[in-house]
């Protein structure tokens, strides 16, 4: 069982392993630690991670990023239709229900749901962190933000599934933080007087907070508030924003008008922004950004917070929001931890600061991977291979969850409906609800506060028929529902209880004296609750389990596909290289080894290979064409290969003999 966490950030992840010794953030294949959220469809494979943000520039309406913000999203969301779309420039359609992009793939037009966008490249995180363990990773934890609901975390968990993976658990963010943090503190008070830490992570799409108690062995996480469109991104748009104002005069373009204009200015703005948290000025430079020009500028840290001031007037909302439902004054934090890229802009940490009335702010935490690390631990703790000292996470849900029924004869409330999960409740958590009926009947599960959820997301969560009722009506029927680990609801089951009373033994209190006889066993009557399980049928946002076990194959494929052409690719640069390896070679090394003749057909091999190499048909062979030309190559030159070795050990073994003479 693999023991891996993953940050899902929106603009890069991160993957930590957990070995005995502790905790690693794993390094990619470009040994950066955290991994581009694109994927890239090119004419022939996949390009995901890395090697997709190098393929954006040239590449970029068939590169997607905002994976995390489309998942579990429809099409027609006005988030998706008004926000997520000023960031994306492939093109968005239907999905069968969801969004999703259609892409140029291997020459044909494709469509792929934000489901399985997101499986690709969990897919690639799984490989990254497989080749770093040296073993197949499926078990893990993925950090998800707190507001997402029953369907994102679902599609989510579907994603994962797709890629091959098995979530132990889906943990919010900013619990995983939290968990980060406890579990390395030796010095937490008891549960009595706990340690109340305010936990605040900005990154590029989006802003949290999470107000945690802390005492010895557990966290207890408070509150927790959101600003779900405030993050990096949002500054480096309002960068683009004035930088395409100033062109418009400066060199008479209109960098709004091309998408690949604005990109590249969006990568020069993101650049610029970094600079001004480190300088008081910066330059701005974009090499040909539209119609040859070559555009520069620079721009000062005052200008930037102008242009952000919008933004910034919201930073204090959700630190009041969460203080104000944990019932905690800003003087009672303990202290307020920094997590996330965009926490690094001064400006956000004066108005933090500014809000916990000058309280130093802490940055213990490594910005860019806490979370990762948290989800790590959260995947050790549920791992039978780690013995970690316990330490207990009391997370809670976000948005209260009701079941509606239709009224029937026996009821007597007014209200068909309660609030069983109330915003706030614990996850994971059970909870059983009766009702008197004489026929079947039916109960909807929905989010309560539909205005809370974000975008347009459906508030529908599930239903459950209870098919029959039993034979003694009216009968007292329970339903049993769970919100779990991923902060995922379902019904569980309805069952009826019976009570009977039965007669038992009563032991006996004290064994026989030696040489009695036992005395005759005593009986009493006990009440025994039976339960009877009902036959129930429930349906929620569960897709098809078809659907997903072909997505699967069809990822399956893809990868499978990727890495042949990756194969390819690699053989062919194994022809190329030796080719003019051995030709350079026979000139010198190789040169009193190898007689006139067989020089002279080995260089004309190697020239007919390099030629047919050039040729529109060896320029795009298969895998198989540049193997068997490189074994034919081989044929030739491996005989002159070894005799140089033979040759080199003999010159060895004379230089060893003469030393010892
Ligand atoms: P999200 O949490 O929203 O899903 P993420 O996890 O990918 O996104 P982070 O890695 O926390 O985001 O932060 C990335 C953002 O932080 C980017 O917008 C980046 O430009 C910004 N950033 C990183 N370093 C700095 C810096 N020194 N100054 C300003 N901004 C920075
Ligand atoms: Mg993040």
Redesign the pocket.
């Given at each position: 069982a693999s023991v891996v966490g993953i940050d899902l950030?929106?603009?890069?992840s991160k993957v930590g392993v957990a070995r005995q010794r502790g905790i690693d953030i794993v390094a990619n294949e470009v040994s950066n630690r955290v991994t581009p959220s694109l994927i890239s469809f090119g004419p022939k494979a996949r390009a995901i991670g890395e090697a997709a943000k190098t393929m954006e520039t040239g590449n970029f309406k068939n590169t997607i990023g905002s994976l995390?913000r489309l998942i579990g999203r429809s099409f027609s969301d006005p988030e998706v239709t008004e926000i997520e779309k000023k960031y994306i420039n492939a093109q968005l359609v239907d999905a069968n229900g969801q969004v999703g992009v259609s892409v140029l793939y291997r020459g044909q037009k494709q469509t792929f749901s934000a489901t399985q966008l997101l499986a690709m490249y969990l897919a690639k995180l799984g490989q990254i962190a497989a080749k770093e363990l040296q073993q197949d990773v499926t078990d893990c934890v993925i950090a998800v933000p707190g507001w997402y609901t029953e369907v994102q975390r679902r599609a989510t968990l579907d994603a994962a599934f797709i890629a091959g993976l098995n979530p132990l658990r889906l943990i919010n963010d900013t619990t995983a933080v939290a968990l980060g943090y406890g579990i390395t503190k030796s010095d937490l008070p008891p549960p009595e007087t706990p340690r109340h830490v305010v936990f605040v992570?900005i990154?590029?799409?989006?802003y949290s907070v999470a107000v945690v108690a802390f005492a010895q062995g557990q966290l207890t996480v408070k509150s927790t508030a959101y600003d779900r469109h405030f993050?990096?991104?949002d500054f480096?748009y309002a960068l683009v924003q004035h930088f395409a104002e100033e062109f418009k005069d400066k060199y008479k373009i209109d960098v709004l008008s091309s998408p690949k204009a604005m990109f590249r200015l969006s990568v020069a703005c993101?650049r610029l922004?970094?600079m001004l948290?480190a300088n008081l000025e910066a330059p701005l430079n974009v090499e040909s950004i539209m119609n040859d020009v070559d555009a520069s500028s620079k721009l000062n840290r005052e200008q930037f917070e102008e242009f952000i001031a919008p933004l910034l007037e919201r930073v204090h909302v959700p630190l009041e929001e969460a203080l104000r439902e944990a019932q905690i004054a800003p003087t009672d934090v303990f202290a307020v931890e920094l997590v996330?890229?965009?926490t690094?802009?001064p400006a956000i940490k004066q108005r933090i600061q500014a809000f916990f009335g000058g309280k130093t702010l802490s940055t213990t935490l490594n910005a860019?991977e806490a979370i990762a690390r948290g989800a790590t631990f959260a995947c050790a703790g549920l791992s039978p291979r780690f013995k970690l000292r316990s330490f207990a996470v009391n997370d809670i849900a976000l948005y209260p969850i009701k079941i509606s029924w239709t009224k029937a004869p026996e009821d007597e409330d007014e209200e068909p409906e309660a609030i069983v999960f109330p915003r706030g409740n614990s996850i994971p958590s059970t909870k059983t609800l009766k009702f008197v009926r004489s026929a079947p009947f039916e109960l909807e599960a929905s989010y309560a506060d539909p205005s809370a959820l974000p975008g347009k997301i459906n508030p529908w969560i599930g239903k459950v028929t209870v098919k029959s009722v039993g034979e003694v009506v009216p009968a007292t029927i329970k339903v049993r529902t769970r919100l779990n680990l991923h902060g995922i609801f379902s019904f569980e089951g309805a069952f009826f209880e019976t009570t009977q009373i039965v007669e038992e033994d009563v032991p006996a209190e004290a064994p026989p004296a030696e040489g009695q006889a036992p005395a005759p066993p005593q009986k009493r009557q006990k009440k025994v609750v039976k339960r009877t399980d009902l036959p129930v049928v429930s349906g929620g946002l569960a897709l098809d389990s078809s659907i997903l076990n072909n997505q699967r194959e069809s990822e399956g494929q893809m990868i499978a596909d990727d890495k042949l052409v990756q194969d390819t690719e690699d053989r062919k640069n194994a022809l190329e290289e030796y080719i003019y390896d051995t030709r350079s070679k026979l000139d010198d090394r190789y040169a009193p080894f190898v007689q006139a003749k067989e020089k002279e057909a080995l260089l004309a091999k190697l020239a007919d290979a390099e030629d047919w190499l050039y040729t529109e048909e060896g320029e795009d062979a298969p895998k198989s064409a540049y193997v068997s030309r490189l074994d034919a190559l081989k044929a030739l030159g491996d005989p002159i290969y070894k005799r140089y070795m033979e040759g080199e050990k003999r010159a060895r073994t004379a230089a060893a003999l003469r030393e010892t003479i």
């Open positions: 950030g929106n603009l890069g995390k992570d990154g590029h799409s989006n993050g990096g991104r480096d993101e922004k970094k948290s996330g890229g965009s690094r802009i860019d």
